[in-house]
């Protein structure tokens, strides 16, 4: 059965997009449980931060000010990188969707692989049918801003 690998999005933060830094795995190889696919570089994420806002409350006479906790999600830059691995048995690369260095986007599918062998991809296959594989995902050497 063929499925699609996309860049998983799970993660400390909200992440939104990145760039593949390397494949382990090339075309036509075998890849079995627990081996590196690629990884992948996400330098664009959206966080959630605890800030205080202080709010002026007028009242007769006098104005008093308060502070509130509130958490705000505010776009930041840094780098979260993350080696994308397999979580099947066995597994068969059929193409390479996003060379190294390209840009990629979180939930966007960076490759096909099948679990049986023979099975060909079709040159007019649309991703959308295909199931996406689920990946285990590490986090190496995480800077933040």
């Known amino acids: ?27 036509g190889e075998v890849i079995g449980f627990g081996e590196d696919i690629l990884d992948v570089v996400i330098d664009q ?3 959630l931060r605890r800030t205080k806002r202080a709010a002026l409350l007028a009242r007769p006479g006098r104005r008093v000010r308060k502070l509130k906790n509130e958490y705000d999600l505010r776009q930041g830059r840094g780098e979260v990188n993350m080696r994308v691995t397999s979580s099947e048995p066995q597994l068969h690369m059929r193409r390479i969707l996003i060379p190294e260095g390209k840009g990629v986007s979180v939930g966007e599918p960076v490759a096909i692989v099948s679990t049986e062998a023979e099975e060909a991809v079709a040159a007019d296959v649309s991703l959308d049918d295909l199931p996406v594989l689920r990946v285990a995902t590490n986090f190496i050497g995480d800077e933040f801003d």
């Open 45 to 47: 994420f959206m966080a």
């Open 1 to 27: 059965m063929l499925y699609r690998i996309e860049v998983p999005g799970d993660g400390p933060q909200h992440l939104v997009a990145g760039h593949v830094t390397k494949w382990h795995a090339a075309e």
